[in-house]
T-cell receptor, first 114, second 113 residues
Framework: DTAVSQTPKYLVTQMGNDKSIKCEQN?????MYWYKQDSKKFLKIMFS???????INETVPNRFSPKSPDKAHLNLHINSLELGDSAVYFC?????????????FGPGTRLTVL | SQQGEEDPQALSIQEGENATMNCSYK?????LQWYRQNSGRGLVHLIL?????REKHSGRLRVTLDTSKKSSSLLITASRAADTASYFC?????????????FGQGTRLTINP
């Protein structure tokens, strides 16, 4: 069974389009995250949610809007896609919000904006 | 901002040799974690070391932490081809009471058969 799953795995789209990436975890975790990994492999947190509540928003353009319909799902919607949005986006989850816990990562969604 | 920086950026060794990767960070931490990323995959947690610990072992992995130097090292002994991956250190920080992991750019490890 996949613990943290993301769809789609690959996403190729034109500049200016709107797209969504979905994430689901079946671990019963309270906390979920979105990360962006750029072409140089630098991984940076974008958002975290705890029990459907936004906790961390790391200076991400408001074209990015996360939505958590329940604590097992955290989706990422991106409006007006730009070339610089091309990256691999990872969803992750952890049992709780506090420090010192392991995060479990999904397989990633490779977004290419043309 | 606080950030882990791995050194070297790339490391290539022969199977059976030991691999050592280093991580430096800038501010105080509560804990430091190491993750592995196989090509085209997500990150997998390897080991966590708390700020009051100096060394930790897990199988063929040995992690050290020197908070006075703000550095950590990951040693993989008796390397195998399957250890080929990128290795990231991640430090906690940020929002009070919340976990925000800050990752470095990773060390790309290649084990040659």
């Amino acid at each position: 069974d996949t613990a943290v799953s993301q769809t789609p795995k690959y996403l190729v789209t034109q500049m200016g389009n709107d797209k969504s990436i979905k994430c689901e975890q079946n671990l019963g975790h309270d906390t979920m995250y979105w990360y962006k990994q750029d072409s140089k492999k630098f991984l940076k947190i974008m958002f975290s949610y705890n029990n459907k509540e936004l906790i961390i928003n790391e200076t991400v353009p408001n074209r990015f809007s996360p939505k958590s319909p329940d604590k097992a799902h955290l989706n990422l919607h991106i409006n007006s896609l730009e070339l610089g949005d091309s990256a691999v986006y990872f969803c992750a989850s952890s049992p709780q919000l506090t420090r010192g816990v392991t995060q479990y990562f999904g397989p990633g969604t490779r977004l290419t904006v043309l | 901002s606080q950030q882990g920086e791995e050194d070297p950026q790339a490391l290539s060794i022969q199977e059976g040799e030991n691999a050592t990767m280093n991580c430096s960070y800038k501010t105080s931490i509560n804990n430091l974690q190491w993750y592995r990323q196989n090509s085209g995959r997500g990150l997998v947690h390897l080991i966590l070391i708390r700020s009051n610990e100096r060394e930790k072992h897990s199988g063929r992995l040995r992690v050290t932490l020197d908070t006075s130097k703000k550095s950590s090292s990951l040693l993989i002994t008796a390397s195998r081809a399957a250890d080929t991956a990128s290795y990231f250190c991640a430090t906690d920080g940020g929002v009070q009471g919340a976990q925000k992991l800050v990752f470095g750019q990773g060390t790309r490890l290649t084990i040659n058969p």
